[in-house]
C-alpha cells in the first residue's frame, strides 16, 4: 500500500473515531433531553388530569346554587301572595268596620235606654211591636258583623305569622345562596389556574421537544442510508396499495353496475298498476317552555327552529333569574372565553365530534379558554340586573337543535 493511501486511511480512521465520539456524546444530551421532556409532560398530564377533577367538582356545587335559586324564587314568590292575602284581609277588614259606623250611635242609645226608645211617643201598639222587630234584626246585624271581624282579625294574625316565617326563610335562603356562590366562584377560580398551569407545563414540553428535534438534526446524517432505504420501500408498498384500490373499486363499480341492472328490471316489472306515495314527514314536536334545561335558572322565552322576524330562531333564548348562575352543557374544552360585540360575555365550548355550544350574555366568567370542563360545572353568572341567555348549538358550520345534548 502506497504512503498517501495509507494516510489516507489513517485520517479516516481518526475521522471516523472523532464522529464515534461526537455521536455517543450527542445520544447522551438527547436521552437527557428526553427524559426532561418526559417530565414536563407528564406534569403537564397530572395538572390536566387535577383541572379536570377541580372542574368536576363544581357540578356538585353549581346544582346545589341551582336548586338554591329556585328554592328563592319560589319562597319570594309565597311571600308576595302571603303579603297579597294580608292585603287584602286588612281591605275586608276597613270594609267591616266602615259598614258598622252608622249603626254604632243607634246601638249604643238601645243599649243603654231600650225601653225609652219603644215607649216614647203616643202610637199604636203595632209600632211598639214593629220597633221591638228592628231592635231583634238589629242586634243579629250587629252580632253577625261582629263575629266577621273577629274572623278576619284571626285570619290577618295567621297570615301575618306565615309572613313572619317566610320573610325569616327568604332571608336565611338568601344567605346561604350567597355562602354557595362564593363557594362556588372559588373552585371554578381553583380549576382555571390548574389549567393555566397545565397550559404552560405543555408549553414547556413543547419547547422541550423542539430542543430534542433540533438535536436530532446533527444524526440525520447517519440516518440518511437508512431512511432512503426505508422511504423506497414505503413506495414501493404505497404504490402496490394503490394498485390494490384500485382493483377493488373496480370490483365494487362492477358489482355496483350489476345490482343496479338487476333493480332496475324487477322495478320495471313491477312497475305496471302501482303507484309511488311519497312520505309525509310528521310535523316537528313541540317544545315546552318551562326551566332553563339545566343551564340556568329560568324559562325558554324562544325555543330553536321557532319562526322569528328575521328568519327561524338559530337557538334556544333563556330569561334568566338576576345573578343566576350558569352551568356547562356538555363536557369539553373552552374554544373562547371573552367579552364579544354586544352580546357581552360569550362561550365557546367544544364538546367533541364536531359539536360546539355557544352561550352568550352572561355577566361573568370563571373559566379560561383551553379550560377542561364537566358537564353541568359552573362556567359564571348572569348580570346582576337579569337578562337573556342565548344558547345555541353548532355542527360545524350550522345551527342545529340543542335539545338533544341538553
Known amino acids: 500500500m502506497s504512503s498517501p493511501t495509507r494516510a489516507a ?20 444530551r438527547l436521552d437527557q433531553a428526553r427524559r426532561q421532556n418526559a417530565a414536563a409532560a407528564a406534569q403537564a398530564a397530572q395538572d390536566h388530569s387535577r383541572s379536570v377533577a377541580l372542574s368536576s367538582a363544581t357540578v356538585a356545587a353549581a346544582e346545589q346554587l341551582q336548586k338554591t335559586e329556585i328554592r328563592t324564587e319560589t319562597v319570594q314568590a309565597q311571600v308576595e301572595d302571603l303579603r297579597a292575602d294580608q292585603q287584602a284581609t286588612q281591605d275586608a277588614l276597613r270594609s267591616d268596620a266602615k259598614a258598622l259606623e252608622p249603626l254604632l250611635p243607634v246601638a249604643q242609645r238601645l243599649s243603654l235606654y231600650p225601653m225609652d226608645a219603644l215607649l216614647t211617643g203616643a202610637g199604636p201598639t203595632e209600632n211598639v211591636v214593629r220597633g221591638l222587630l228592628v231592635m231583634r234584626g238589629l242586634g243579629n246585624l250587629l252580632e253577625t258583623r261582629a263575629e266577621s271581624l273577629q274572623s278576619r282579625q284571626k285570619d290577618l294574625k295567621a297570615i301575618e305569622g306565615k309572613l313572619s316565617g317566610q320573610v325569616a326563610e ?12 362564593a363557594e362556588l366562584a372559588k373552585q371554578a377560580i381553583a380549576a382555571r389556574n390548574a389549567q393555566i398551569q397545565s397550559n404552560a407545563a405543555a408549553r414547556l414540553a413543547s419547547s422541550n421537544a423542539s430542543q430534542e428535534a433540533a438535536k436530532q438534526k446533527t444524526l440525520q446524517a447517519e440516518l440518511n442510508g437508512v431512511l432512503a432505504a426505508e422511504a423506497a420501500a414505503m413506495a414501493q408498498l404505497q404504490r402496490e396499495a394503490e394498485a390494490a384500490e384500485r382493483a377493488r373499486k373496480a370490483r365494487e363499480a362492477a358489482e355496483a353496475r ?11 316489472a313491477r312497475a305496471a298498476g302501482r303507484h309511488v306515495t311519497k312520505e309525509v314527514e310528521p310535523p316537528p314536536a313541540p317544545i315546552s317552555g318551562h326551566g332553563g334545561d339545566g343551564i340556568v335558572t329560568g324559562h325558554l322565552l324562544t325555543a330553536w327552529g321557532q319562526p322569528m322576524e328575521g328568519g327561524a330562531a338559530s337557538g334556544n333564548t333563556y330569561s334568566a333569574a338576576p345573578g343566576s348562575s350558569v352551568r356547562a352543557p356538555c363536557s369539553g374544552t373552552v374554544e373562547f372565553a371573552s367579552p364579544f360585540r354586544s352580546y357581552g360575555e360569550m362561550l365557546i365550548l367544544n364538546c367533541g365530534h364536531g359539536y360546539r355550544f355557544v352561550l352568550a350574555g352572561l355577566g361573568s366568567m370563571n373559566v379560561a379558554t383551553g379550560q377542561s370542563l364537566a358537564k353541568g360545572s359552573s362556567i359564571g353568572s348572569m348580570p346582576s340586573s337579569g337578562g337573556a341567555l342565548l344558547v345555541q348549538l353548532r355542527n360545524g358550520a350550522r345551527s342545529v337543535n340543542p335539545k338533544s345534548l341538553l
Do not use: D, F
Open 170 to 181: 327568604l332571608s336565611r335562603i338568601e344567605s346561604i345562596q350567597q355562602q354557595q356562590r
Open 258 to 268: 350489476r345490482r343496479a341492472q338487476a333493480a332496475a328490471a324487477a322495478a320495471a
Open 9 to 28: 486511511l489513517e485520517a479516516a480512521q481518526a475521522q471516523e473515531t472523532v464522529l464515534r465520539a461526537q455521536a455517543k456524546a450527542e445520544a447522551a
